[in-house]
């Protein structure tokens, strides 16, 4: 017999996940291997949100850009990066409950989520052959009405396979 963790009556019932997202990334600007400016968007429409995210990265460093085949034949790469994005919010329902389901006991309505809510997720990254490590900072607005701004930090470590 599995004990249900406490509070959990109070969470946001389960419903049917179905999202399209369609993403787009534009090289805007590049210097050699050591500076690149890229813009992005992203659009996501169906049960479980629908929001429009545009943004930018901003890298420096030594690195490999995606938008290039030019490749560094060098075992250390490292880079710092800023991306900056702005979600225009229609739909959360994470926040107000599932499209099929609308038994949840706390949710929240339309009028109090936030419809454009930013973030800035800033790193640095240290790529050593086929070992990456990187670190980053992330900082978001409130979600909803009388929700806080916050921020949170990371690590990443990856062994990529070739």
């Not at 706390?106 to 490590?133: H, M, P, W």
Request: net charge negative; with cysteine.
């Amino acid at each position: 017999n599995k004990m249900k963790p406490p509070g959990w009556k109070y969470q946001v019932h389960n419903d049917i996940v179905l999202n399209y997202e369609l993403n787009y990334q534009l090289q805007l600007y590049a210097y050699s291997h050591i500076f690149s400016l890229d813009a992005d968007a992203m659009s996501r429409i169906g049960t479980l949100d629908d929001k429009i995210c545009p943004g930018v990265t901003a890298m420096v460093g030594y690195f490999n850009s995606p938008f290039s085949a030019d490749v560094l034949h060098t075992k250390v790469r490292f880079y710092a990066y800023d991306h900056p994005e702005v979600s225009f919010v229609g739909y959360d329902a994470t926040m107000q409950g599932g499209v099929f389901d609308n038994g949840s006991p706390y949710t929240l309505s339309a009028n109090d989520i936030s419809r454009i809510v930013y973030k800035n997720q800033s790193g640095l990254v240290i790529e050593c052959d086929r070992f990456y490590i990187g670190y980053y900072h992330c900082y978001q607005t409130r979600q909803f009405v009388t929700g806080q701004s916050h921020s949170w930090d990371g690590l990443q470590l990856a062994l990529m396979i070739r």
